[in-house]
């Protein structure tokens, strides 16, 4: 059950990190002059950044999170990854694909600069990396055995000494 609501939370995770990152790129590069080398639309800054914050805050939790599973953050990663690599096979094609799906205007821009530029691809190893791990793909009742058999023999362990042991002791 928790792999299954884990592909369902990947599947809904991958659109929203996808036009989340896009749309905060796009509203960013709009609120500033490059030339002028000042911000024209300090409101639409600030909240293009807090939107690439919140698309960075979510990333990191699904990167961390232990009790998630590993399909929350692998769904998007292949997604991702797919998409990239669909671009280094198919550049013109893989650029038309955001005119395809909505919505269209700004939005297209965001997304064929980040899939370019290869910050989709960034985004999708690093989402990649928890799936990994072991630890993730086991349900959390085969952890805590193991954790409880540890923590009662460190109780157990003398205390007597400090620091690393000494040669020829």
């Keep these: 059950m928790r792999h299954a609501f884990g592909f369902v939370l990947g599947v809904l995770l991958t659109p929203a990190l996808v036009y989340g990152a896009a749309w905060g790129y796009v509203q960013a590069g709009q609120s500033f002059s490059g030339t002028g080398q000042e911000i024209t639309d300090r409101t639409r800054i600030y909240g293009a950044f807090a939107l690439l ?11 961390v999170a ?5 399909l929350v953050s692998l769904i998007p990663a292949l997604a991702l990854l ?5 671009f280094l096979v198919d550049p013109e094609r893989a650029l038309s694909l955001p005119e395809e799906v909505p919505p269209a205007g700004d939005m297209d821009f965001g997304l064929r600069m980040l899939l370019g530029s290869g910050v989709f691809a960034m985004m999708g190893f690093a989402l990649l990396m928890p799936t990994w791990a072991p630890r993730r793909w086991s349900s959390r009742r085969d952890e805590e ?6 923590y009662s023999a460190m109780e ?4 007597s000494r400090t620091g690393p042991p000494r040669p020829g002791l």
């Design 82 to 86: 797919g998409f990239s690599a669909y």
């Design 156 to 159: 157990r362990r003398p205390a």
């Design 53 to 63: 914050a919140a698309v960075g805050l979510v990333m990191g939790v699904i990167i």
């Design 145 to 150: 055995p193991a954790d409880a058999d540890f």
């Design 66 to 70: 232990r009790w998630a599973s590993p």
